[in-house]
């Protein structure tokens, strides 16, 4: 089987996410994408996180538009910052005989280098890279001709979707409509939890 691990803060899950995950299983042939929401980022400030469990529920809602997407709560179950490594390692343990691939965004390929034992994980799997703005594919390919000595890189040709979900917190907060953003039980969810509104 081919299998994908995606993580992220997914701190709202949003329709660039879900793009994204599903031009991965589209164009790598995946039997199934994993979601992989961190408990604390070592790549970003986790100030203003939504509790993990509704991130969580977040991320199964949005899930829905697809068999082949599912949630993983490894990271947060953890109980530590969430280094991609260890989680490469735990679907190394629950799937030793498939292919994995790890799915990143473009703007985690450029820091790719810093990750904690990246040459590691890029034993352990492919690294899948979906390009998150436009006409920066000459840059991508630069910096896979770099890392391809340490494992396998695929630069993805899906079409990027700019969504931020710093933006989409941000009009949540001031009073805008974010609800073309994200899938619509995301956003009645958001609604009557009362997230990211203070």
Known sequence: MKIGIYGGSFNPVHNGHVHLALSAVAELNLDRIYLVPSLISPHRSSAEYAPAED???????????????????????????????????????????????????????????????FEDILKSVSLAVVSRRNGDMDELNRKAVSLCKFGRIILCQASPVEISSTEIRKKIRENQNFSCYLDKNVVQYITSSNLYSR
Do not use: H, N
């Open 55 to 117: 991130r969580l529920e977040m991320l199964r809602l949005a899930c829905q538009v697809s068999e082949k997407l599912d949630v993983c709560d490894y990271e947060i179950r953890s109980c530590r910052k969430s280094y991609t490594f260890y989680t490469v390692e735990e679907f190394r343990r629950r799937f030793p005989d498939d292919e994995l691939f790890l799915l990143v965004g473009s703007d985690m390929l450029l820091c790719f280098e810093t990750w904690y034992r």
